[in-house]
């Protein structure tokens, strides 16, 4: 199959993928999206055995591996590390989420990449970092988001620590790795150098904790759960609805008031336990339950629309298929489908940013196990008789 580009943003540049899991699938699957040629080599073993890390026609495979080619490629033999080297000379990109040593032993590692190609730019992703006391511990997105402070905002009051719904300590190590890995391309064509880019679930929990790591850092104040309610703005949360739930957002005086008037309850602008946002802040529990009472009353479709009317954010909260039945959401194309040989309906997650001129597209589903090995080993020159070698020695 020819390149599949899936835009040609990144068109010019090559990526050689070792990632698994998720941490570094997320990374290239942007850098994929963009349009890089990206090359997933799949681990294959001594014994001519295949590891694939989880069924690739699952929801899970297909969402992070689309917009790529794959090849084999045994690594723990001498041979496989010279293949690899081969790949690397003409390569742009090393992405791996290794344990950190297992890439040295490998012989994959960044210093041993550079020695071949100086240019290359080579992006690592592990739990705790590449040194340190850590170092050698295995890294898990929930164990991250535990020993990044997450976890002890997110929840209820007195209910203990909460995990998030979605892997980010994984996801953002990933996203924040891609995004290093294009801030040291363009700093290539200034330098004519790459350069070995490195971050950790750990450090990308850390960063995501944002003004409550500030908090601490500037004020020395520990933040705690606070559940639906917002820890600054108030009130701001979830409140009940006559069919549901609806999120209300009222920052500032001005929206304060504008929504007051909205709920038919002009009195709790003069009620002196709400006056002032830190009044409304100590009293946040009766205030809470007061607007509860009033939004019981009617829909969240009819407060949606009262409140957007009135100029007081607000919104329904959906689960996951209402969220793409929205109108909205399907405006702006949140779900694409993914063309594939087989016939089969595949619609997976967009990018969440649009390029005027040059935007990403899924035009590839994920590759089979392997499924562009020869392809690939031929585009950088390895000829028929040496591949066919290679298959005997089951190196690829």
Known sequence: ???????????????????????????????????????????????????MGGPRRGFDFQNLHRNKRAMTLNLKDPKGREVFMRLVEKADVV???????????????????????????????????????????????QIAQGMGGLMSITGAPGEGPMRVGIPVADLTAGMFC?????????????????????????????????????????????????GNDHPTSIPTGVFKTSDGYINIATTGGR???????????????????????????????????????????????????????????????????????????????????????EGRHIQLVSQPVTLSRTPSKMVAPPPDFGEQTDEVLGEFGFGADEIAELHRRKVV
Not at 199 to 222: H, K, P, Y
Not at 289 to 315: M, R, Y
Not at 316 to 326: G, T
């Open 95 to 141: 992405v791996e989420n290794y344990r950190p040593d297992v890439k040295t032993k490998l012989g994959v590692d960044y210093g041993s990449v550079r020695r071949v190609n100086p240019r290359i730019v080579y992006g690592s992703i592990s739990g705790f970092g590449q040194d340190g006391p850590y170092q050698k511990r295995p890294g898990f997105d």
């Open 178 to 226: 891609a995004m290093g890995i294009l801030t040291a391309l363009l700093e290539r064509e200034v330098s004519g150098e790459g350069q070995w880019v490195q971050t950790s679930l750990l450090q990308a929990q850390i960063f995501m904790l944002d003004f409550q790591a500030a908090r601490w850092l500037m004020d020395q104040e520990v933040a705690r759960q606070a």
């Open 255 to 341: 929206i304060w008031e504008r929504f007051a008037q909205t709920v038919g309850a002009p009195e709790l602008l003069t009620n002196p336990d709400y006056a002032t946002a830190p009044d409304r802040s100590k009293n946040r529990k009766a205030l809470n339950a007061a607007i509860n009472a009033l939004t019981e009353k009617k829909s969240t479709e009819a407060w949606v629309n009262e409140f957007n009317a009135a100029g007081v954010p607000c919104g329904p909260i959906y689960s996951i298929d209402q969220v793409f039945a929205d109108a909205q959401v399907q405006h702006l194309k949140m779900a694409q489908d993914v063309p594939n040989a």
């Open 1 to 51: 199959m020819p390149v599949p580009h899936a835009s040609q943003a990144l068109s010019r540049f090559t990526v050689l993928d070792l990632t698994r899991v998720r941490a570094g699938p997320t990374c290239v699957r942007q850098l994929a999206d963009w349009g890089a040629n990206v090359i997933k080599i799949d681990a294959l073993l001594e014994d001519g055995g295949e590891t």
